[in-house]
């Protein structure tokens, strides 16, 4: 295999790629510190992190809504800097707290969505019939956005991405501020559109939606990536197999700490227990005082706690 | 091919920016057309000489207000609902996309251009030659007010910015100008300033147009001159400088 068609082939398998990527606003703030990740073609991927950890920078650069101050990014091997109307044709984009138009029917915006961007009238109309069915959409076809609640409205910015023919789906926080059932709805939309082979990449703070949806996650932390891995094989990334969550009194957090290492998280109190036996010792500690207690796998949840959290308390302390 | 594209793009915009939302709520209609209508309204009343001049007035003012109330929708898009986002991430050009939305504004305010186009026949000053330079002037004034608004419109990050810019703009080229009244009752220093604005220019070719004032050649070459100039310096601005992809 020659060298451009070992490009090729690694590009075709790769939808995303970001090398030492780097940006710095205008008034000095450095919002991302040379981030280097790359998505595979036909999966869901997650990017996660808190708020202003850099999540929403790193997708406006890969979308070409913002220039980098240095580094690369290839979108299904296409450079976002120097081949932006290659990348452009290929991508679909749900921006963060992205509302629909209020004077316009859930069809309609899908239908004008498409012919903007060069469909025609006719493969609109019948793109939109398509998608509406198959998101589930059909019933309020004809219903005015302004009608629709905040998980419909989301769905239908969600059916304007998947129903073009983009490859790559980039989703900037898309359930965030929706109820446990809309945000399902939002994740069943997703799905499907990552069984049609579509390549979805989304930006999060809830940790159990990279769990429900996502194949692999990286964990972004004040501009740099932390954390990267395939959310099944979560329990690798970590030394410790189960997590306790223990009721909080007042000195528990120390008298604990012999039975594995403890994090307190707000009012939460989490303990790992090193081995099975440390659980079982554990949980004899808890049931005697009468402290409620219950365990469960690691999970994404650890990983940020672990590279998020405990992080910044061990540089505190 | 891509001009095909390119026209459905803008179809597509005028469609959801114009036509649909017209329909579903006419009363913009309405708004846009009581401006510069209680204005003829008042020089009726107050000065029947000028009602020519002011019917003149209201179709720049229209014009303007055309171009000046695409500022509000394209930032109410990038602003608040990220439409612009979602277009900017897509295949479509950022000219394309401001003509599109331009076009779109049109909707609103040709009812009102049509009203004013029938007061001035019923009035006999609307004759078939002077339609082109009058649909010449007007166009100018729109490119003019849409550029500035387009440019303007990709700096500003809230919405309430919008509504005090939008005032002044108005105020700035269709309420002190003298387009809805003569220029001679100005104060000479006044007539010299009115020159620097493009739609006073608009407004004499238009006024000449239709045969209510008359210019002499140097004058008429000289409104021309200016309305072109300001034309494609703002419609530079509006491409150069507007900020599609931010840096």
Redesign the interface.
């Known amino acids: 295999m020659d060298n451009r068609s070992a490009f090729t082939y690694h590009a075709a398998l790769e939808a995303l790629s970001a090398e030492r990527l780097v940006k710095v606003y ?1 008034n000095g703030f450095c919002a991302l510190k040379g981030i280097t990740l790359s998505v595979d073609s036909g999966t869901i991927f997650s990017l996660l992190g808190r708020n202003g950890a850099g999540k929403t920078t790193f997708l ?1 650069i890969m ?5 980098p101050t240095s580094g690369t990014g290839r979108v299904l091997g296409y450079d976002i800097v120097k081949e ?2 290659d990348v ?2 290929r ?11 209020y ?2 029917t859930v069809k ?2 899908v ?3 498409l ?7 006719s493969e609109a109309s019948e793109r939109t019939r398509k998608v509406l069915d198959e998101l589930g959409l059909n019933e309020y076809s004809d219903t ?1 956005c302004m009608k629709l609640s905040g998980g419909l409205k989301r769905k239908v910015l969600v059916a ?2 998947v129903a ?1 023919e983009a490859d790559v789906i ?1 989703l900037d926080e898309p359930t965030t501020g929706l109820d446990p059932i809309a945000r399902r709805l939002v994740w069943d939309v997703i799905n499907r559109a990552a069984k049609s082979g579509r390549t979805i990449f989304l930006t999060t703070h809830n940790m159990s939606e990279v769990e429900a949806i996502a194949d692999k996650f990286a964990l972004i932390n004040e501009g740099e990536l932390v954390a990267q891995g395939y959310v099944d094989e979560v329990q690798r990334m970590l030394p410790y197999k189960m997590r306790a969550e223990v009721q909080v009194t007042a000195s528990n957090p120390e008298e604990l700490s012999e039975f594995g290492e403890v994090i307190m998280l707000g009012r939460r109190l989490i303990v790992y227990p090193r081995d099975e036996e440390e659980s079982k010792r554990l949980y004899e500690f808890c049931t005697e005082r009468g402290l409620k207690i219950s365990f469960s796998p690691v999970g994404v949840e650890d990983v940020f706690i672990r590279r998020v959290f405990a992080h910044g308390a061990d540089e505190e302390r | 091919m891509e001009l095909m594209k390119n026209v459905r793009a803008i179809f597509a915009l005028v469609m959801l920016n114009g036509i649909k939302p017209v329909i579903r709520s006419p009363l913009w209609l309405i708004v846009m057309l009581a401006y510069p209508l209680i204005l003829v309204f008042f020089i009726q009343i107050f000065a029947e000489y000028a009602v020519s001049e002011a019917l003149v007035g209201g179709l720049i003012s229209l014009v303007v207000m055309s171009g000046v109330a695409l500022q509000a929708d394209v930032v109410w898009y990038r602003v608040e609902l990220k439409f612009q986002d979602m277009a900017v991430a897509s295949p479509i050009s950022p000219t394309v996309y401001m003509m599109g939305i331009a076009i779109s504004e049109l909707v609103y305010s040709s009812p009102a251009i049509a009203l004013f186009l029938a007061l001035m026949a019923l009035r006999n000053i609307l004759k078939i030659s002077s339609i082109p330079m009058l649909a010449f002037s007007m166009l100018l004034c729109w490119l003019s007010a849409l550029s500035l608004g387009f440019y303007l419109s990709t700096r500003i990050s809230d919405i309430r910015h919008v509504w005090a810019l939008e005032g002044l703009i108005s105020i700035m080229l269709s309420m002190l100008p003298p387009i809805y009244y003569p220029i001679s009752l100005l104060p000479e220093w006044a007539q010299a300033v009115s020159m620097l604005v493009p739609t006073t220019h608009a407004a004499l070719l238009a006024k000449e147009a239709i045969g209510i004032i008359s210019l002499t050649e140097h004058q008429r070459l000289m409104s021309l001159t200016i309305l072109l100039l300001w034309t494609v310096i703002l419609l530079m601005l509006a491409r150069r400088k507007s900020v599609w992809r931010e840096t």
């Open positions: 205008g406006r979308t070409t809504q913002l220039l932006v109307a452009r044709k991508i679909a984009v749900v921006p963060q707290e992205s509302k629909p138009m004077l316009l309609e915006h239908k004008y969505y012919m903007m961007r060069g469909f025609s009238m005015l304007m991405a073009t980039f």
